[in-house]
């Protein structure tokens, strides 16, 4: 019989006016894993953040062990056992992997054995899937993923009886997701409680005890997860039937847009050829290693050792920076907002028009004016509120972030290839379709449109042809009525058929 650890009773929490919880009651066991759902905006952050000790409650309490405790900030959080997993790394880029891993433990006694907390981070490392080498690598040396993976770690390493998983598997290939869940399985055996917050619903079906779906704030429903199917849980979300997903499909293409020969990055990437028309989205499927986001990033100039001969419009260009490719019609949109992305602190209106100031300036001066008219045309274009065009970016939900990443490409004479590495990273389901939509608008103004993701079912459903890769080079090409789950997934694994 499950043991009851946490009860949350009847909490809310305002900000203004404006409830972010509303009398929220939810039971969390020993040895369970539940899983949190709701678009962005239903109240997740914030339950995180009042489990955490950032917020206090407004109304309600936490009961932990049949006693209420005031959670007053993160060390009072950590003693009583809750560790968060956070979807926005909380890394130190300088230091290593083992000094990251045991920052801020409050468990390590002032004199210690180093090697016994080496082997403990190596043991959790490895527990992952991720090679014991990196240890003594700084953190800003690793890739997202692996960083990812690293924050996982930390978290593993804490004798935490609550750990709050919030997007754990954003940057992750389909071999690291398995191997993260056989360790959720390990820690629950373990007697640990696991919150899990994942936009993947099919991950809530893989690795989840019971769902609660939040909407507006509110708990709409708790319950079992095997006595709920997928589409009444995304309803439940989104508070109205389901709609298709993924638009239709373009049938027609236009004339040749991109030509890829012989792409090379060494140690990485081998003789990648492929081409892409006008109006087409085009996915390349690939796990972390396989070379799939390098060769992304690669046309997007940032990989300067990056070799090969590129055609735009039949149009010989030399991979260089990333500011100089932008000039060839080749836009990049990142996996990370925050970093790569969009300036958090700035408003929507200079975020959306920050790459064609030159338009909205009157004798060398911003014209505001200006600045406000072509801002709410970009906004209304693809589905931002206009009226909160003066809001910071870093106040926005993250569909509505990657939004504006696509605004600013709204009616450029100069753009006609976006590229896109995990284009919904951190995406609730409605926000995905709203997204999935401009980008077919994208296609029906010429555009092309190439894009890496590490979720199969968005490869699958967005794509007009799909690009498998393993080992940094391409294993096939799949068009429209070629492509399915199975044999994608057989590519980027390498799995032979008769042993799936």
């Known amino acids: 019989m499950l043991v009851p650890f946490v009860f949350i009773d009847k909490i809310s929490k305002k900000f203004g006016n404006v409830y972010a919880l509303k009398n929220i009651s939810l039971s969390i066991n020993c040895s369970e894993v539940i899983g949190i759902c709701g678009e962005n905006g239903a109240g997740k952050s914030t339950l995180v953040k009042l489990l955490t000790g950032l917020h206090q409650p407004d109304e309600g309490c936490i009961h932990f062990d049949n006693q209420i405790k005031s959670i007053k900030g993160p060390a009072e959080a950590q003693r009583l056992g809750i560790a968060l997993v956070s979807q926005e790394l909380s890394l130190a880029p300088d230091l290593s992997v ?103 619903i099919t991950e809530l079906f893989s690795i989840c005890d019971r769902v609660s779906i939040l909407r507006n704030g509110e708990l709409i429903k708790n319950t079992n997860i095997n006595e709920i199917n997928k589409t009444s849980l995304i309803e439940l979300m989104i508070g109205r039937e389901l709609n298709e997903i993924y638009p239709l499909k373009t049938k027609c293409f236009g004339q040749e847009l991109l030509k890829v020969n012989g792409l090379n990055l060494p140690g990485i990437v081998q003789d990648v ?23 992304i990033r690669s046309l997007a100039g940032l ?20 500011d100089k490719m932008l000039k060839k019609g080749i836009s990049f949109i990142s996996e ?69 990443a696509f605004g600013r490409n709204i009616d450029s004479l100069n753009i006609k290839l976006l590229i896109m590495n995990e284009p919904t990273r951190g995406v609730d389901i409605g926000a995905r379709a709203e997204i999935y939509l401009i980008l077919r608008q994208f296609c029906e103004k010429g555009f092309g449109i190439l894009f890496h993701s590490t979720d199969l079912e968005e490869i699958t459903g967005l794509s007009d042809q799909v690009i498998t890769m393993y080992r940094g080079e391409i294993k096939n090409f799949y068009d429209q009525n070629e492509i399915n789950f199975h044999d994608i997934l057989k590519d980027i694994t390498n799995v032979l058929p008769d042993a799936m």
Request: hydrophobic letters at 40%; charged letters at 25%.
């Open 98 to 200: 083992l000094d990251n891993i045991w920052l801020g433990n409050q468990q390590i006694p002032f004199f210690h054995k180093k090697s016994k907390f080496l082997n403990k981070a190596i043991e959790s490392l490895e527990l992952l899937g991720l090679d014991a080498s990196v240890i003594n690598r700084p953190v800003g040396l690793l890739s997202l993923a692996e960083k990812q993976l690293v924050e996982i770690a930390r978290n593993l390493c804490r004798d935490a009886r609550l750990i709050l998983m919030d997007e754990p598997t954003a940057t992750l290939s389909d071999r690291e997701i398995e191997l993260l869940f056989k360790a959720i399985k390990r820690l629950k055996a373990d007697g640990k409680s696991i919150l899990y917050i994942s936009h993947r």
């Open 273 to 295: 050829n492929f081409s892409l028309k006008k109006g087409q989205i085009i996915g390349i499927s690939g796990q972390i290693g396989s070379g799939a986001s390098e060769v």
């Open 303 to 322: 990989n300067p050792l990056a070799s090969g001969d590129i055609y735009i419009e039949g149009d010989l260009i030399k991979l260089s920076s990333r």
């Open 336 to 404: 990370d907002r925050a970093a790569e992305g969009i300036f958090l602190k700035k408003d929507i209106r200079e975020n959306l028009v920050v790459s064609r100031f030159s338009e909205v300036m009157s004798f060398g001066l911003l014209n505001w004016v200006k600045l406000n008219i072509k801002a709410k045309i970009f906004a209304i274009s693809v589905g931002l509120d206009h009226t909160r065009l003066k809001d910071e970016a870093q106040n926005l939900s993250g569909g509505n972030q990657q939004k504006i």
